[in-house]
């Protein structure tokens, strides 16, 4: 009897090996990336830094309401552009949006810091309710991450000047 036990266990065990070893090697399908939601610090693939107010309400029907902060493209509800003058110069990128690297709101410090080590580190001014800030340069245009300590709080593209400025002294904020 307890030999017929012992055979039964050694017979399930070499079942459940191979039904393991299976299952290790059948490859799962690649994960699909939706370049849609890719911020680049240049912008989107349709929207760039650089474009005119006209021709985003030209070809993205841009409009801005009464009460609105800023500016809101209905096909793109996940950003928020800023102008100087009459040219982008910032957006604004929230979920779904994601940069290239993955990083997106909610992305760990740590990670982030793997990922751009030599970005410069900004703090924000003591007793002040803002984030500090990470700001990783792309060419003539740069990435702003702003922070709480733990996680990415805000992700803005676009002109190194005026991520800057926009962690100094709130340049395009309502």
Same mark, same amino acid.
């Given at each position: 009897m307890i030999?017929?036990?012992?055979?039964?266990?050694?017979?399930?065990?070499?079942?459940? /090996?191979? &039904?393991? +070893?299976?299952a290790v090697t059948q490859s799962t399908p690649p994960v699909e990336?939706?370049?849609s939601d890719v911020v680049t610090a240049q912008g989107l693939a349709?929207?760039?830094? /650089?474009? &005119?107010? +006209?021709?985003?309400?030209?070809?993205h029907d841009m409009a801005q309401g009464p009460g609105d902060c800023a500016p809101r493209l209905p096909d793109h509800p996940a950003v928020?552009?800023?102008?100087?003058?009459?040219?982008?110069v910032l957006l604004w990128a929230e979920p779904p949006l994601h940069t290239p690297e993955g990083i997106t709101v909610g992305t760990p410090v740590t990670t982030l810091q793997e990922i751009h080590p030599d970005a410069?580190?900004?703090?924000?001014?003591?007793?002040?309710?803002?984030?500090?800030?990470?700001?990783?340069?792309?060419?003539?245009?740069?990435?702003l991450f702003l922070h709480d300590g733990r996680a990415v709080q805000k992700v803005i593209v676009g002109s190194t000047e005026h991520a800057r400025l926009l962690f100094d002294v709130g340049f395009g904020t309502c």
């Open positions: 030999r017929t036990i012992a055979v039964i266990l050694a017979a399930g065990l070499v079942t459940l /090996g191979l &039904t393991a +070893a299976t990336v939706d370049d349709d929207i760039q830094v /650089g474009d &005119t107010r +006209a021709e985003l309400e030209r070809d928020s552009p800023v102008f100087d003058d009459d040219r982008l410069e580190r900004m703090t924000a001014e003591p007793g002040t309710y803002r984030f500090d800030g990470v700001l990783a340069p792309a060419g003539a245009q740069a990435y």
